[in-house]
């Protein structure tokens, strides 16, 4: 089954503990993003991979971290949480550019 | 740059009746556009596309979005809803950048279904 796999779903942590959420995807697809979800925000892109090795920032980098060595993982690093970034996450990937995108099913963080 | 409005934040309507979201974009050309449907607790599952050719597109679930470049609208319709529609809707618009293809996201309509 094509899907995008976050982990974990849910975490609750403290401020400046590193953490990673990863995200893994089955379709060999060459581009990946990362969102965040606010209400009343929408959705918002935090940085996106074209293909391994290059990755860049969205629209709301400040705090993040992300990494494309494999094609089909791309993990988000927050290495100094912070609670600001208390939010709902997503991954999605897609083939090409104006492909519509693949989403994980989101990952909840709540930072305190 | 480009952005999205969605104007209506909530919408309330009955079952059996008749369903339009409102999505407008701003962008110099004709972008990629997308509405995308979030259950509570899950991703976005996409519900229709338009890239080019026929302005009314149809989509999963008895959807469909008609692209009107005179008014940069792509507003979504549905004859008639179901309890099962109750969920957040998003308008999305995709443009070329650096490469590749950004996507703006709106900022989500909630669509409540009343029995």
């Known amino acids: 089954e094509a899907q995008v796999t976050q982990n974990p779903r849910y975490l609750i942590t403290v401020t400046g503990k590193k953490l990673t959420v990863t995200c893994s995807q089955n379709?060999?697809?060459?581009?990946m993003s990362w969102y965040r979800q606010d209400p009343g925000l929408g959705l918002r892109q935090i940085y996106y991979?074209?293909?391994?090795?290059?990755?860049d920032k969205g629209d709301v980098p400040e705090g993040y971290k992300v990494s494309r060595k494999e094609k089909r993982n791309f993990p988000l690093i927050l290495e100094s949480p912070s609670p600001n970034q208390t939010s709902l996450y997503f991954c999605?990937?897609?083939?090409?550019?104006?492909?519509?995108?693949?989403f994980g099913d989101g990952t909840r963080l709540s930072i305190l | 740059a480009q952005s999205v409005t969605q104007p209506d934040i909530h919408i309330t309507v009955s079952e059996g009746a008749s369903l339009e979201l409102r999505c407008n974009y701003s962008?110099?050309?004709?972008?990629?556009l997308f509405w995308y449907v979030q259950s509570p607790g899950q991703g976005l599952q996409l519900l229709l596309k338009?890239?080019?050719?026929?302005?009314l597109v149809q989509g999963i679930k008895g959807f469909e979005a008609e692209f009107k470049r005179s008014q940069s609208s792509f507003n979504l319709r549905k004859p008639s809803v179901h309890w099962s529609d109750a969920a957040e809707y998003f308008c999305?618009?995709?443009?070329?950048?650096?490469?590749?293809?950004?996507?703006?996201f709106g900022t989500g309509t909630q669509l409540k279904v009343e029995l």
């Open positions: 999605a990937s897609r083939r090409r550019e104006n492909q519509p995108q693949h």
């Open positions: 379709m060999n697809h060459e581009y």
């Open positions: 991979s074209m293909n391994v090795e290059v990755t």
């Open positions: 962008y110099g050309a004709t972008p990629y």
């Open positions: 338009y890239f080019s050719g026929d302005t």
């Open positions: 999305a618009v995709g443009v070329p950048e650096g490469g590749g293809n950004k996507l703006t």
